[in-house]
């Protein structure tokens, strides 16, 4: 793993080689043989956010397990990268398809850390990451490009993650994806003591010791 970029001066950094190539690829393939052999679902008109253009494929941790195990096992490494003590609070997957825009935004509270990790490309054409570089406070906005902020664009091969503070950073892709298709998986995380804390876990899991007993 190779950390480019100053994450806590300018609020990203470039994480190459997060995760090995064949675990992106062995996560693919799990998620694919359990959605089933059928053509892949596209969320509704009624859940597509504004964020894109059309609907996409997208998964939420709560409801595929082994996503959730991810964020979960990853928050040593991020905690390490950005030298203070996190909890995680959700993640999702999202499949985008040839010709997809994200608008520029803000995240909600939940992201404080967040993180975006390429599972893989169809095409093996990296679609670049767009962060903005100033750190601003956080608004409901969404808009097509950056206008006149300067902004970091980021490219990363399967395996490799974006680190940024999305919160205070805005990001989005506002070139359209070259690729047949690219899949990613976007995790979040808190500082445990900052502002945010009570977003840990997604609000759904207050953790505390456990008392088992046996028959």
Known sequence: MDVIGDYS????ALVRGLVPQEIA??????????????????SGAENRINLLA?????L??????P??????????????????????????????????????HFDRPSCEHSLSL??????????NLEVGR??????????EDFGDEPHASLAMEVGDAVLYQGV?????????????WSAHLFLHWVDRDGPYRDEAFDRQLSPAPVNFTFA
């Not at 001066?9 to 990203?12: E, F, K």
């Not at 690829?25 to 596209?42: H, N, T, V």
């Not at 991810?70 to 390490?80: A, D, I, K, Q, R």
Request: proline share 9%; charged share 20%.
């Open 9 to 12: 001066g300018d609020g990203y």
């Open 25 to 42: 690829q062995a996560f693919l393939q799990s998620l694919k043989r359990d959605l089933g052999p059928g053509a892949i679902p596209l």
């Open 54 to 58: 059309r609907p996409a494929f997208e």
């Open 60 to 65: 939420y941790g709560h409801h595929y397990k």
């Open 67 to 104: 996503m959730l195990h991810f964020l979960w096992g990853l928050t040593p490494v991020v905690s390490g990268i950005v030298g203070r003590a996190l909890l995680p609070t959700y993640d999702y997957f999202r499949l985008y398809r040839e010709g997809d825009i994200c608008r520029v």
């Open 118 to 127: 390429t599972l893989d490309y169809s095409d093996g054409a990296p679609w």
């Open 134 to 143: 100033r750190r601003q406070e956080p608004s409901a906005r969404v808009e």
């Open 168 to 180: 205070h950073h805005r990001h989005g892709r506002t070139s359209p994806n070259p690729n047949g």
